[in-house]
């Protein structure tokens, strides 16, 4: 009948079965968070992670990152053997160190060592979110801290790769006193004339933004990155004002002079390189 015509579903369906779900491998595809963007995660990680199509930066994991930037083969991490007690015996700290360690593959949220960038050696160290949302414990201070050392007894330049959420509450005031330790240790690379380049990436907020992450003798940020001390709401109740959209981007800091420059990833290897030839001994 004419009814029974105009009536027939639709030869093909448009809601995929659980079946066809499964059937598309995990991690295969990656949306932009930005853009909406769907590409395959395998060309994503060719571009560095950018996105093609409005040029967002993802995340990076640190060995992505150190594998992006120095020579194949150059790179020898250092204390990489060190992790975190449970001095406080915070509840179930232990066990999401743990997880973070299976997540992850990493046993702290930070990975140092020494490799080359073109050839001109480094010592180098790169916070990872993903492991305690790169939170600033005892033993990230402390291997911050040996790797500006390391920098001060080889009297070779330091960059470092900042990714945080500030200090790591579960370690109390132990976590604070990395902010005085690896400053101090910044300050002997100083009085050395040795060259520290930070490089903030999304996120870098706390105690991170406070210390070591904003004493660069050049101080660089990704962009879009997340960059501040106090989150937004906390200011705007203080203060009582509403702050501008772009309020804590590494743009925003750029135009009122807390930073030197804004880089894209693409071109941060060329910018480091450049750097450390003019500073070489």
């Known amino acids: ?29 990656t949306k932009c968070p930005s853009c909406r963007t769907i590409m395959y995660t395998k060309e994503l990680k060719k571009n560095c992670l950018v996105c093609d199509s409005c040029g967002y930066h993802h995340r990076m994991s640190a060995y992505e990152r150190i594998e992006s930037l120095l020579d194949e083969e150059t790179f020898v991490e250092i204390n990489g053997n060190l992790i975190s007690e449970d001095p406080l015996q915070f509840p179930t700290y232990q066990d999401k160190l743990e997880q973070d360690r299976k ?23 790169v916070m990872d979110s993903r492991f305690r949302m790169g939170s600033m414990g005892s033993v990230v201070g402390e291997k911050i801290a040996r790797a500006i050392e390391r920098s001060i007894e080889k009297e070779i330049p330091f960059i470092l790769f900042s990714a945080s959420g500030g200090a790591r509450m579960q370690e109390g005031v132990l976590s604070l006193m990395q902010m005085a330790k690896t400053s101090a240790a910044l300050s002997k690379l100083d009085e050395q004339g040795g060259l520290f380049i930070s490089v903030m ?68 290897k060329e910018t480091l390189t450049t750097l450390l030839d003019m500073h070489k001994k």
């Open 201 to 268: 990436t999304h996120p870098t907020t706390g105690g991170v933004s406070a210390s070591f992450a904003s004493l660069g003798d050049y101080n660089f940020a990704e962009p879009g990155a997340l960059i501040g001390f106090a989150g937004r709401r906390i200011i705007e109740q203080t203060i009582r004002q509403e702050l501008p959209d772009d309020f804590q981007t590494a743009e925003f800091l750029l135009k009122h002079g807390q930073l030197d420059r804004v880089v894209h990833r693409h071109d941060l």
């Open 1 to 29: 009948m004419l009814r029974d015509f105009f009536s027939k579903k639709k030869k093909y369906a448009t809601i995929p079965s659980e079946r066809a779900k499964q059937e598309v491998p995990e991690g295969l595809m």
């Open 103 to 125: 997540k992850t593959g990493l046993n702290e949220a930070v990975v140092t060592g020494e490799g080359k960038m073109s050839g001109l050696p480094l010592v180098i160290a």
